[in-house]
């Protein structure tokens, strides 16, 4: 995306929703400069998944999702065959008298591939942003094979041949640092620590979100989130728990969050996630943090 | 492709030659400072800074953070860094201050060998592990490890041979790794077709699929949960251990290790540490009231209270104590029985075991007996290796 600069970018991720820092927006702008895939880090829920959805929309992209787990194979990541449709196809064409490589080569051709999201990623005639989430939660020789399919942006098939890239995907990878990723893919990729956001970028967000909020529940809503990630919890909100929080006060019908310290409680689990959590923030503990967040 | 961009057209002047030096030194100067960064990586900030002229300071700033940081530490470091070198002044005192005679040594050489002391010290194991794989036997140090291995630990005074001991356990943890997953890969049984080979084999016989080919049960490795004693008793092997806890977290995906004594410490986050230092100054933070009196029952409580979760129905723990104690032998015995529920294998490591005479009188270790799987010595390497067929089995 030649001719762009920072403000375009932030600009135009504001547009598309997303409210960014200029560092954020720097390392975009390095995305599309350099040929490289973008490493997101940081705590469930700062919204390292929104940036690639943001990426996608601000470049008028596709977006490819490849969600990892334990387990997760080439089969599910990059393409399989379609064995229901080759057995058909064989049975229809036993009397057809074709030769047994003949067969092979019908069989084995790319309608009855079936791609998965890596393989589409690179096929596609428009270039995607791939993103692979939570890329911890593969395993190692998964990582590995995606470094590969990453540095050489291609793919071989035994029984098709070797599939070259018609377009390069943006790539972002996210973790949530359960696994340590191994140093080559850290290395080989950009870099960016999402971290939970400042004061005054929640509470854009939480106003660019939900635009019937009022001024004051807002600032209190975020105020009152900032002080509860001070506490020593199990678990910290995130933003995605803000918006779920001030939404469900919304629809409490709550204008203030000094007015009924009872029905704050009850929407706290929008926000504590863990029965340790629930226990540790009491009664007390929300009004103290109520005070400071309207004070 | 990119080097051409960068030695072609603007690159040229007399100017630019400066400023290439200087983006140079600062590469080099984060790798001194214990930033993975490649020679890729170099090139690419040189384009970064082509990009954004380097007079937007800021923005050079930005992009260089993300190119060449690689993980959260270095993210939050990063800034200070970049202030050090760019601000003259500020630099001087940063590199007396902390990152001290290696940056000097660096800066000095240019290129030379960057950092290795550094290297060596962390993963200095690497590159003979390499040579191991083809023949599962031990190069160079063939001879050092069969005299030592059957060394007790405590007989080892010196520090050059306590070093080298501790090199060969954090070897021996990855060793143990890579067995467990050879052996994995050798299995053949399988339990549910694998449609794909099935099919290709089909079609010899007119798409009849009469020859099957099966797929094999991924097996999964085991979690590791070491939980290390460093009561004063222990005092002769905690470190010991630890260097061992440290080699088993770097080299298995899944593990995680705990320090106790008169309470328990997680201590698997600052076992990843990669910087010797700086490793040694988070344990220092964490152990406060090491080498003092043990509680081995309370700690149980306070893991399966606390912990409880990361041990699931895969999960192997590997407890290291003597056994001594101070509590009372009721609680070790009820924390025992609680992660017997959802352990699949408890082993207790017991460095007095291997001495003579020795017997497991001690109350505490009386409670502990009866819900072991495995009651082994731990004071020699030979000790340590044995273990690997109890974590494979499972």
């Given at each position: 995306m030649p001719g762009l600069n920072l403000s375009d970018v932030q600009q135009r991720l504001a547009e598309a929703g997303y409210i960014a820092d200029r560092q954020l927006a720097a390392t975009l702008l390095l995305l599309t400069e350099l040929q490289r895939p973008l490493l997101l880090e940081g705590d469930a829920g700062v919204g390292k998944t929104e940036v690639a959805k943001a990426i996608a929309r601000v470049f008028g992209r596709p977006l490819i999702r490849l969600q990892c787990y334990e387990g997760l194979d080439a089969n599910a990541a990059v393409y399989e065959w379609n064995y229901q449709h080759q057995l058909l196809a064989i049975k229809i064409e036993e009397s057809e008298g074709h030769s047994v490589s003949e067969k092979e080569r019908h069989i084995f051709s790319e309608r009855f591939l079936l791609k998965r999201p890596l393989l589409q990623a690179i096929t596609m005639s428009d270039p995607p942003v791939l993103l692979v989430d939570e890329i911890d939660r593969a395993d190692e020789e998964f990582e590995a094979y995606l470094l590969e399919v990453l540095s050489d942006f291609q793919i071989s098939i035994p029984e098709l041949g070797t599939i070259r890239a018609t377009s390069t995907p943006y790539v972002v990878l996210t973790s949530n640092g359960t696994r340590e990723l191994s140093d080559a893919l850290r290395r080989r990729c950009l870099y960016h620590y999402v971290d939970y956001p400042s004061l005054e970028k929640e509470l854009r967000i939480v106003k660019t979100r939900l635009p019937e909020i009022s001024e004051r529940l807002a600032g209190q809503v975020v105020e009152f989130v900032h002080e509860l990630r001070k506490q020593d919890l199990r678990k910290r909100p995130g933003i995605a728990e803000t918006l779920d929080w001030a939404t469900a006060l919304l629809r409490l019908e709550i204008k203030s969050l000094d007015q009924d310290s009872a029905s704050i409680m009850d929407s706290l689990v929008c926000l504590l996630k863990t029965k340790e959590d629930q226990e540790a923030v009491t009664l007390e503990v929300s009004d103290r943090l109520v005070s400071r967040a309207s004070g | 492709m990119r080097a051409t961009e960068v030695s072609g057209e603007p690159f040229r002047s007399r100017r630019n030659d400066l400023v290439c030096a200087r983006l140079i030194g600062f590469v080099q100067f984060l790798r001194a400072n214990g930033f993975a960064v490649g020679v890729s990586e170099g090139l690419d900030a040189l384009v970064v800074a082509q990009h954004c002229e380097l007079m937007d300071r800021q923005r050079l700033g930005w992009g260089l953070r993300s190119l060449l940081c690689s993980n959260a530490d270095q993210w939050s470091r990063f800034d200070s860094l970049f202030q050090a070198y760019w601000n003259p002044p500020n630099r001087q005192a940063f590199v007396q201050s902390s990152a001290s005679a290696r940056v000097e040594k660096a800066l000095g050489q240019?290129?030379?060998?960057?950092?290795?002391?550094?290297?060596?010290?962390?993963?200095?194991?690497?590159?003979?592990?390499?040579?191991?794989?083809?023949?599962?036997?031990?190069?160079?140090?063939?001879?050092?490890?069969?005299?030592?291995?059957?060394?007790?630990?405590?007989?080892?005074?010196?520090?050059?041979?306590?070093?080298?001991?501790?090199?060969?356990?954090?070897?021996?943890?990855?060793?143990?790794?890579?067995?467990?997953?050879?052996?994995?890969?050798?299995?053949?049984?399988?339990?549910?077709?694998?449609?794909?080979?099935?099919?290709?084999?089909?079609?010899?016989?007119?798409?009849?699929?009469?020859?099957?080919?099966?797929?094999?049960?991924?097996?999964?490795?085991?979690?590791?949960?070491?939980?290390?004693?460093?009561?004063?008793?222990?005092?002769?092997?905690?470190?010991?251990?630890?260097?061992?806890?440290?080699?088993?977290?770097?080299?298995?995906?899944?593990?995680?290790?705990?320090?106790?004594?008169?309470?328990?410490?997680?201590?698997?986050?600052?076992?990843?540490?990669?910087?010797?230092?700086?490793?040694?100054?988070?344990?220092?933070?964490?152990?406060?009231?090491?080498?003092?009196?043990?509680?081995?029952?309370?700690?149980?409580?306070?893991?399966?209270?606390?912990?409880?979760?990361?041990?699931?129905?895969?999960?192997?723990?590997?407890?290291?104590?003597?056994?001594?104690?101070?509590?009372?032998?009721?609680?070790?015995?009820?924390?025992?029985?609680?992660?017997?529920?959802?352990?699949?294998?408890?082993?207790?490591?017991?460095?007095?075991?291997?001495?003579?005479?020795?017997?497991?009188?001690?109350?505490?270790?009386?409670?502990?007996?009866?819900?072991?799987?495995?009651?082994?010595?731990?004071?020699?390497?030979?000790s340590l290796q044995a273990l690997e067929t109890h974590i494979t089995n499972v």
């Amino acid at each position: 995306m030649p001719g762009l600069n920072l403000s375009d970018v932030q600009q135009r991720l504001a547009e598309a929703g997303y409210i960014a820092d200029r560092q954020l927006a720097a390392t975009l702008l390095l995305l599309t400069e350099l040929q490289r895939p973008l490493l997101l880090e940081g705590d469930a829920g700062v919204g390292k998944t929104e940036v690639a959805k943001a990426i996608a929309r601000v470049f008028g992209r596709p977006l490819i999702r490849l969600q990892c787990y334990e387990g997760l194979d080439a089969n599910a990541a990059v393409y399989e065959w379609n064995y229901q449709h080759q057995l058909l196809a064989i049975k229809i064409e036993e009397s057809e008298g074709h030769s047994v490589s003949e067969k092979e080569r019908h069989i084995f051709s790319e309608r009855f591939l079936l791609k998965r999201p890596l393989l589409q990623a690179i096929t596609m005639s428009d270039p995607p942003v791939l993103l692979v989430d939570e890329i911890d939660r593969a395993d190692e020789e998964f990582e590995a094979y995606l470094l590969e399919v990453l540095s050489d942006f291609q793919i071989s098939i035994p029984e098709l041949g070797t599939i070259r890239a018609t377009s390069t995907p943006y790539v972002v990878l996210t973790s949530n640092g359960t696994r340590e990723l191994s140093d080559a893919l850290r290395r080989r990729c950009l870099y960016h620590y999402v971290d939970y956001p400042s004061l005054e970028k929640e509470l854009r967000i939480v106003k660019t979100r939900l635009p019937e909020i009022s001024e004051r529940l807002a600032g209190q809503v975020v105020e009152f989130v900032h002080e509860l990630r001070k506490q020593d919890l199990r678990k910290r909100p995130g933003i995605a728990e803000t918006l779920d929080w001030a939404t469900a006060l919304l629809r409490l019908e709550i204008k203030s969050l000094d007015q009924d310290s009872a029905s704050i409680m009850d929407s706290l689990v929008c926000l504590l996630k863990t029965k340790e959590d629930q226990e540790a923030v009491t009664l007390e503990v929300s009004d103290r943090l109520v005070s400071r967040a309207s004070g | 492709m990119r080097a051409t961009e960068v030695s072609g057209e603007p690159f040229r002047s007399r100017r630019n030659d400066l400023v290439c030096a200087r983006l140079i030194g600062f590469v080099q100067f984060l790798r001194a400072n214990g930033f993975a960064v490649g020679v890729s990586e170099g090139l690419d900030a040189l384009v970064v800074a082509q990009h954004c002229e380097l007079m937007d300071r800021q923005r050079l700033g930005w992009g260089l953070r993300s190119l060449l940081c690689s993980n959260a530490d270095q993210w939050s470091r990063f800034d200070s860094l970049f202030q050090a070198y760019w601000n003259p002044p500020n630099r001087q005192a940063f590199v007396q201050s902390s990152a001290s005679a290696r940056v000097e040594k660096a800066l000095g050489q240019q290129r030379g060998s960057l950092g290795q002391g550094e290297t060596i010290d962390v993963d200095g194991s690497s590159e003979e592990d390499d040579g191991e794989v083809g023949d599962g036997g031990s190069r160079g140090g063939a001879s050092l490890q069969a005299s030592r291995s059957q060394t007790d630990f405590r007989f080892l005074h010196d520090g050059r041979e306590m070093r080298e001991l501790e090199e060969l356990a954090e070897r021996l943890a990855r060793r143990m790794r890579r067995r467990l997953i050879r052996r994995q890969r050798v299995q053949q049984h399988g339990r549910r077709i694998h449609l794909r080979r099935t099919l290709r084999k089909s079609l010899r016989y007119g798409g009849t699929p009469l020859e099957l080919a099966f797929k094999n049960r991924r097996r999964l490795l085991p979690r590791l949960v070491l939980i290390l004693d460093v009561s004063r008793s222990m005092n002769l092997y905690s470190y010991f251990f630890l260097r061992f806890a440290r080699g088993i977290v770097e080299a298995f995906r899944d593990a995680h290790a705990f320090v106790l004594h008169t309470r328990l410490v997680h201590i698997t986050d600052a076992l990843r540490e990669r910087d010797m230092t700086k490793l040694k100054e988070k344990l220092a933070i964490l152990s406060m009231g090491w080498g003092g009196g043990t509680r081995i029952g309370d700690c149980l409580g306070t893991f399966n209270r606390e912990y409880g979760r990361l041990v699931h129905s895969r999960s192997v723990v590997v407890v290291v104590s003597d056994g001594l104690d101070t509590g009372e032998p009721e609680v070790l015995a009820d924390g025992m029985a609680r992660l017997r529920q959802r352990a699949r294998r408890i082993l207790w490591l017991n460095p007095l075991l291997g001495r003579d005479g020795y017997e497991p009188a001690a109350g505490g270790m009386q409670a502990a007996l009866p819900y072991l799987d495995l009651f082994a010595p731990a004071h020699n390497l030979d000790s340590l290796q044995a273990l690997e067929t109890h974590i494979t089995n499972v």
